[in-house]
């Protein structure tokens, strides 16, 4: 992708960026950091809850960038994007990339018990019968899932990482030096990639989640936090009910100041109390999902990713 054209002498990207009814204002970011005029997409409710979208006629021929995250509401999210997709393609773009900035469904990326939907490989199977080519997502939840994934499926998927941003806004705000934890020894590179970041140390705590009634369990282990920083890094917080546990954990063992940093804030209603509760002195999110604890955008890192395309 990436194709330029030269205007009197003036070179752009021979892009169009069109902000799904979802992300509006990240799409808009987007196309700005890219010398660029979002195109608006038109969008209402039909009063039984049906979307009605309308694309602009200016994606034919061009390399059309959807940008739209997929929550709150994530089933009306996906509709709306495979609704934005195949228009696109119908009207004639050249190709089609799906950014969603927070992939929904990614959690039951495996048969956990006999007869479970495999929700991730039904949503890239849709995205492709939809005639998207390209979809960049950020913090993926299992990055090597996904990856095996897109092996069964005509759709190139970029993975991109928020969390260095993430761990710079926190370094800004008292925690250089800080320790990272991951709330899950499957998620520790994204205490790894924090710590690189902070220059502090990092580790994990082991959760582990019952398949019925998902309830969390997690085993705290002793990591010799007395009087530290610490950041607890997660990709999702939804009822932050394992971000809640591992600042306890953590405050339990002396830590000293202790933020929560996630990259998709998808808080459920009590998510931010129960955090507070657990003591977090500071909780952040980036902007993938719209939120008041949005402090981090992603806008520069998807754009100067479509550069590379
Ligand atoms: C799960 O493995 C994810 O990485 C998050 O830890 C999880 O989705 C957070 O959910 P909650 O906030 O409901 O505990």
Redesign the pocket.
Known sequence: MARFLSIQGVFKYAMIVVPGPASKELGEAVAAELGLAAEPVEHRLFPDGESYLRLPPAVKGEDAVLVQTMAPDPDRKMMQLLMMARTARDLGAASVTACVPYLAYM?QDKRFLDGEALSLDVVLGLMEAAGVDDLIVVDA?NASSLRKMEADHRVKVHNLSAIPLLAEYVKERGYGGAYSLS??A??IRLAEAAGRVLGGRHGYFE?SRDRKTGE?TMKVKDLDVDGVNAVVF??????????ARAVEGLKRQGAANVAAACVHA?F?PG?EERINAAGAGLIVSTDTVESSHAKVTVAGLIADHLKKL
């Open positions: 959690r939840h709330p899950d499957g998620a959760k969390i997660d990709d999702i917080i939804s009822s932050g009910g394992t971000t998808l459920m998510a």
